[in-house]
């Protein structure tokens, strides 16, 4: 694959300095204009105050891009024509000069090749709502079965099925393990009822990562890392708000790629912009353990 580097993260590469991968989906189709771009800075802002170089995937014009300059990132966060890039579309979108933001599945497997160890993101794509009447599955999963990298998340996002997605998780061979908590996190939520195991430092996360590839895994370590308790919305609450979206989501007969972002924006206009801003501290929280992370691999 024909990558180009930032000069800031090819600088690093060469120094053998500390690299995070950070997705460009959640900033195009995760969050408003300009909460997004907001976001992207702090998150970038908030890596190399802490000594690691951030690297935002993307692709631009059909190359796929390992570190952004501020105006790729302006222009992922304002324009309409950014595709959503999944893992099974990078080669599609590199044949036809395409401009779009990668996904979980896509900026792992282009952090892999970029010989980047760990990835940060909000939450990771699961097993929707009826998957046995739709079989709406996200390639995330598949990609994460694939990719041998640190992958932290604060679980699933809550608008999925939780149990049918960590069940899918255990089946697919992806060591998932939760970040002081022994209960996988919904995303806007600290808890779902759905035990985990628990690891208790990046030091911890970084042994059992060795250990699957010692093993000869060639799957991700997904730890799952819950939102912070003074931003985290009740799950119970947060349930009626994605019932709410649901009805609507059928009633407009939405299908395919376009239910999260439907289903995000709409779970934020319910809660009154509450789910917003606890994605952007959860995704942060993602980044500052991330940062952890990587400081201790290289």
Request: proline share 5%.
């Amino acid at each position: 694959m024909n990558i180009k580097y930032s000069d800031a993260v090819m600088r690093a590469r060469e120094r053998g300095e500390p690299i995070l991968a950070l997705e460009s989906t959640i900033i195009s189709h995760g969050m408003p204009f300009p909460e997004n771009l907001s976001f992207a800075k702090k998150a970038e802002s908030l890596c190399r105050d802490n000594g690691v170089e951030p690297a935002t995937i993307a692709v631009i014009d059909g190359v796929p891009h390992v570190g952004l300059e501020l105006e790729q990132l302006d222009k992922i966060s304002r324009s309409d024509t950014i595709k959503k890039v999944s893992k099974g579309a990078l080669g599609l979108s590199i044949a036809r000069g395409w401009s779009g933001a990668t996904t979980v599945s896509s900026t792992a497997h282009i952090a892999n090749i970029a010989e980047i160890p760990v990835f940060s993101t909000g939450g990771i794509g699961g097993v929707h709502r009826d998957a046995e009447l739709t079989f709406d599955i996200s390639q995330d999963l598949i990609a994460l079965s694939q990719t041998p990298i640190v992958v932290i998340a604060s679980g699933a996002k809550s608008i999925l099925d939780i149990p049918k997605t960590v069940e899918l998780l255990e089946t697919l061979s992806i060591t998932t393990v939760g970040y002081n908590t022994k209960e996988f996190p919904s995303f806007y939520s600290r808890i779902s009822g759905v035990p985990i195991t628990a690891v208790e430092s990046p030091e911890d996360i970084i042994n059992v990562f060795n250990a699957n590839k010692s093993v000869g895994h060639s799957s991700a370590t997904l730890v799952a890392n819950p939102i912070p308790a003074k931003s985290e919305i009740p799950k119970n609450e947060m349930d009626d708000f994605i019932e709410s979206a649901l009805v609507q989501l059928s009633k407009q007969e939405i299908l395919g790629k376009e239910v999260t972002p439907f289903l995000l924006k709409s779970v934020a206009k319910k809660t009154g912009g509450r789910s917003l801003e606890a994605n952007i501290a959860l995704a942060l929280n993602n980044v500052a353990l991330g940062i952890k992370v990587a400081k201790k691999m290289y």
